[in-house]
């Protein structure tokens, strides 16, 4: 009878800390209610911040910057030079027009 006792103990010991997390879980959910000053309507508090809007070029319309790593550079250098030239050319162009810093 006391290894019946033993298991009966583990077994409530076991229940009860399964409990605990669905507990806390409970807790944290019923006070994310209650939490004060916080708009209901998230678009009318965004437009009450102020963003600067910056105007590009309309000549920066689909203009990208193409971006490389070292070790592409590194490869078109002893590859294809030409190509590293015009990649940097595109870059400084778009530079020199706003479209980028």
């Known amino acids: 009878m006391a290894s019946n006792t033993y298991y009966g103990d583990y077994a409530y010991k076991k229940a ?3 409990l605990v ?3 806390l879980l409970a807790a944290a959910l ?3 209610g209650s939490v004060k000053n916080v708009p209901h309507n998230v678009s ?3 437009g009450k911040v102020a963003r ?6 309309v000549s920066c319309a ?6 490389l ?3 592409s550079r590194y490869m078109l250098m002893q590859k294809d030079q030409k190509l590293l030239l015009n990649i940097d050319a595109h870059n400084l ?4 027009q706003g479209c980028w810093n």
């Open 16 to 18: 009860a800390f399964a």
């Open 21 to 23: 997390p669905a507990v």
């Open 30 to 32: 019923s006070a994310c």
């Open 44 to 46: 009318d508090w965004a």
């Open 52 to 57: 600067p809007e910056s105007k590009m070029p």
């Open 62 to 67: 689909g203009w990208q910057k193409i971006e």
């Open 69 to 71: 790593k070292n070790h």
């Open 93 to 96: 162009r778009g530079r020199n």
